[in-house]
């Protein structure tokens, strides 16, 4: 079972304003020559864009400017989110540490949720973390041992859906699709959903740092392994359970999607800036 709660252990901090250290572009002069008597050529000014941006953003395909946007990218944003995020687990449990990532979940709607996962040798939490703030706002926890299935796969949707997407995604199961209530199925804003669907955050191709706990496949990995291990010392009923990885479509049963294609084109689920609004 998982548990959701409010957390409050937090308080809100400053985010310290670092000030660009990016280089300066450099221009270059360059005169042609001529003859004697002829007037010279005029100098011609030409900026090495080129060594500047492969320079300040080694991916030639990624554009800065939209990912400063997102607030998690913002200097010691993520670092305070750890940081808070380590001091609590060790007052509340002590559980040791494997790892963070930042991933986006997508819920029983197809909302997108900005999300960081952290990983102990007993629970698996699911912290929905406010960058503006940062605080965190809510803690899901879910024990290791009570993880039975896997899927790995592209998304799938009904042929009747109006807002579907693209891409692959990682589903963990802790209680059967099956006996979930109707009411909770149906309620966009249900914490009773006994899954929860991860694909990669939208800043992962930013930096190195983002590459790394950003990418699905470093946390499965690491998943895997930790949930093995905690049924193997479980006590409960988890104990010699095994745990099923599966590669197969992952289906998400939205059919009109408004309120998805809303929210998902408009970012709704990031700590993003939205810009000024007035005139």
């Known amino acids: 079972m998982s548990t959701v709660g409010n957390f409050e252990g937090f ?51 990624h554009q800065p400017y939209i990912s400063r946007k997102y607030f998690v990218t913002r200097p010691g944003a993520m670092e305070t989110a750890i940081e808070d995020l380590k001091s609590h687990i060790a007052e509340s449990s002590g559980e040791t540490i494997q790892g963070f990532w930042l991933l986006t979940k997508i819920d029983h709607w197809n909302n997108e949720q900005e999300r960081i996962l952290v990983l102990t040798d007993k629970t698996l939490l699911i912290c929905k973390y406010d960058f503006i703030m940062l605080s965190c706002v809510q803690l899901q926890r879910i024990p290791l041992s009570a993880v039975y299935r896997i899927c790995l796969g592209k998304f799938a949707f009904p042929g009747m859906s109006l807002d579907k997407r693209q891409g692959e995604g990682l589903r963990i199961y802790w209680g059967s699709p099956e ?101």
Not at 39 to 57: K, N
Not at 242 to 251: A, D, S
Request: with cysteine; glycine share 8%.
């Open 11 to 61: 308080q809100p901090v400053s985010l310290k304003q670092e000030g660009d250290d990016q280089p300066s572009e450099t221009d270059r002069l360059s005169m042609e020559e001529g003859d004697p008597g002829k007037d010279p050529v005029p100098r011609q000014i030409s900026r090495q864009s080129s060594v500047t941006e492969s320079t300040l953003y080694p991916n030639p395909y």
């Open 179 to 279: 006996e979930q209530s109707l009411l909770s199925r149906w309620n966009p804003w249900s914490t009773e959903v006994p899954y929860a669907t991860f694909t990669e955050h939208p800043v992962k191709y930013t930096s190195e740092k983002f590459l790394e706990i950003c990418k699905l496949s470093g946390f499965t990995s690491k998943l895997v392994p930790a949930i093995q291990n905690a049924c193997k010392d479980s006590t409960g009923s988890g104990k010699g359970r095994r745990l099923m990885v599966l590669t197969e479509p992952i289906l998400i049963e939205t059919y009109t999607g408004l309120m998805s294609f809303i929210g998902n084109r408009n970012k709704l689920g990031y700590s993003l800036a939205r810009g000024s609004i007035g005139f």
